[in-house]
């Protein structure tokens, strides 16, 4: 070594430096490369992706070999580096000094931190092509790896660590494929990004989140004479109506002391009748269906799967004593996934809205999950279902009117109070700064 040329010498240890340099930033950008997105490029028929994806099934001998590589490489440019010295300087404390602290400069700068970021920043960029003089690389040093991983794994038995004894370790729970929803909101359109949050959702919520509540229910009476039904089958959004016998509180099942539902009507069924002129009751009741129940507390996707698997529409929704409490309905379910429809029944969710003072009426009888649509609010929605039996739960009494108070930061007037319930209220637009947090605020 000491008959080559110093020029011969800086030249081996810029090599040195390089082949340093590509064990770290081939380290970091195998290591670094997003998992799924690897999957995408294999399914698209990436043979460098695949290349990638074998190397990355052993773990253990892909770092080895990289490892070995670099600790070879990176102690023998320190070895060239003390030569360097000794020839500059001669023998001596400042010839050991200045090489020792000259080649750790060298490779932190050139071949650690500089390759390590690259390889960080741009994992996909570097590793596909990298990942042909890799396997080269590992097959070449393959016995000095398994002359290591002699050592290393009763190390790693020790420390009860398994590197490929735990294949989920990769999958994503739905909380984080959530947040990666969220972080490709700029790639996405809105409302595809807005459709998949709904999805993920839509898990905690029940039929009794989505109904209509019983008062809204658009419903129809046998008692009433065959103009007035005439006139609400023409004038009806809903291709499914219940329809009830007398006039009263409603239960389900006909049990005494309330309406009975006598079936639930298809209203394309009664379009012929309708234009005749031939409908009557008698024809009317002959055209229904049995009425669909389900329990307040059945989760939204399991009611989905019921209406496609049972080839229903509608279902009333039943407490625990069958009390009817509202309808759920089939569109319904699916406007909590897509968002509303333009060619629904005009509802109150869709013109309520803040007007130029920050204020917006709306009826009580609304359910909260409508209203914080409408008004990009944060009301709860894991109590009370409507407004009213938000207020009254924060109340703990009988409302009456112009009375005003603030829950989860949205201060909140009674305008119309009747009997035992509110009717109409008014909200105004809290200011930016106050918390919307799903909790009661008096």
Do not use: C
């Not at 001596?92 to 020792?100: C, E, F, I, Q, R």
């Not at 006909?254 to 639930?264: C, K, Q, T």
């Amino acid at each position: 070594m000491y008959d080559v040329s110093l020029e011969w010498l800086f030249a081996i240890l810029v090599l040195l430096l390089v082949f340093s340099a590509f064990f770290s930033i081939a380290e970091t950008s195998l290591m670094a490369i997003n998992r799924y997105r690897l999957k995408h490029m294999i399914a698209q028929g990436s043979g460098a992706a695949r290349r990638v994806a074998d190397l990355l099934k052993h773990t253990d001998r892909l770092l080895g070999s990289i490892l070995i590589g670099n600790n070879l490489v990176n102690a023998a440019a320190a070895t060239l580096a003390g030569i360097i010295a000794v020839r500059l300087f001669g023998e001596g404390k400042l010839a050991y000094a200045v090489s020792t602290v000259g080649i750790a400069f060298l490779l932190i700068v050139f071949s650690e931190i500089t390759p390590k970021v690259i390889g960080a920043t741009h994992p996909e960029r570097i590793a596909l092509p990298l990942s042909h003089l890799i396997g080269p690389v590992q097959r070449l040093l393959q016995p000095g790896v398994w002359f290591v991983n002699l050592f290393v794994r009763p190390l790693l038995w020790a420390l009860r660590i398994n590197p490929g004894a735990d294949p989920e370790a990769q999958k994503l729970s739905p909380g984080e494929i959530r947040t990666l929803v969220l972080e490709s909101s700029s790639f996405m359109p809105k409302k595809h990004v807005s459709m998949l949050l709904n999805l993920f959702d839509i898990q905690e919520i029940t039929v009794q989140d989505v109904m209509v509540p019983r008062a809204r229910i658009e419903g129809i009476r046998l008692d009433e004479d065959i103009e007035t039904i005439a006139r609400q089958l023409t004038t009806s959004h809903r291709r499914h109506i219940p329809v009830f016998r007398d006039r009263g509180g409603i239960r389900a099942g006909g049990e005494s002391g309330g309406d009975e539902i006598a079936g639930v009507l298809q209203t394309r069924r009664v379009l012929g009748l309708l234009a005749s002129g031939s409908l009557d009751k008698a024809a009317l009741e002959g055209l229904l269906d049995e009425p669909y129940y389900v329990p307040a507390s059945t989760p939204v996707i399991t009611q989905l799967q019921y209406f496609q698997e049972n080839q229903e529409h509608i279902a009333l929704v039943v407490d625990e004593y069958g009390e009817l409490m509202g309808l759920a309905a089939l569109e319904d379910i699916i406007e909590e996934i897509v968002g509303k429809f333009t060619t629904s029944l005009p509802s109150a969710a869709q013109t309520l809205a803040w007007d130029a003072d920050g204020v917006a009426a709306a009826d009580a009888s609304m359910t909260v999950r409508e209203v914080n649509r409408a008004l990009k609010l944060g009301l709860p929605t894991d109590g009370p279902k409507t407004l009213n039996g938000l207020i009254l739960e924060h109340l703990q009494d009988i409302p009456e009117a112009d009375m005003s108070m603030k829950i989860a930061g949205v201060p909140i007037e009674i305008v119309h109070a009747q009997g035992r319930s509110v009717k109409t209220v008014r909200l105004f637009r809290p200011r930016p700064e106050a918390p919307l947090e799903p909790s009661h605020e008096a």
